[in-house]
C-alpha cells in the first residue's frame, strides 16, 4: 500500500483546513486509516481514525469536536477536516493504513505516508 498525502499549509488560528491521503498499490490489506501528527521537538501522535467499510471513527481526544475524519472509497481517499484551528495542532500530518480497527497505536499502523506540513499561526 502506497500513501501520499497532500494539503497542508500555513491557516491562521482559528481558521480550517483539509488534509487528505491517496491510499494504492494493494489497497485491499487496509482496513482502517488513520491520521497522525508530530509537533517539532515532540513524539508523533495519534489524530483520528477510520475503517474503510462502515466508516467507523475514532479520534484523539484533544481534537474531538473540531476535526472530522472522512473516507471516499471510490477514489480510495481519506480526508482530515480541520477547523477552529490552534497554533498546538501546528505537526506534520501523517496517514497511515492499519489491518485492524479503533486502534491508537502507531505500531498497529504499518503502512506509512510521507507526510504534510501544517502551520497554525498568526
Known amino acids: 500500500v502506497q500513501l501520499q498525502a497532500s494539503g497542508g499549509g500555513l491557516v491562521q488560528p482559528g481558521g480550517s483546513l483539509r488534509v487528505s491521503c491517496v491510499a494504492s498499490g494493494r489497497t485491499s490489506r487496509s482496513y482502517a486509516m488513520g491520521w497522525f501528527r508530530q509537533a517539532p521537538g515532540k513524539e508523533r501522535v495519534f489524530v483520528a481514525g477510520i475503517t474503510w467499510s462502515g466508516g467507523v471513527t475514532w479520534y484523539a481526544d484533544s481534537v474531538k469536536g473540531r476535526f472530522t475524519i472522512s473516507r471516499d472509497n471510490a477514489k480510495n481517499t481519506v480526508y482530515l477536516q480541520m477547523n477552529s484551528l490552534k497554533p498546538e495542532d501546528t505537526a506534520i500530518y501523517f496517514c497511515?493504513?492499519?489491518?485492524?480497527?479503533?486502534?491508537?497505536?502507531?505500531?498497529?499502523?504499518?503502512?506509512w505516508g510521507q507526510g504534510t506540513l501544517v502551520t497554525v499561526s498568526s
Open positions: 497511515a493504513s492499519s489491518s485492524i480497527a479503533w486502534s491508537m497505536s502507531g505500531y498497529d499502523y504499518n503502512y
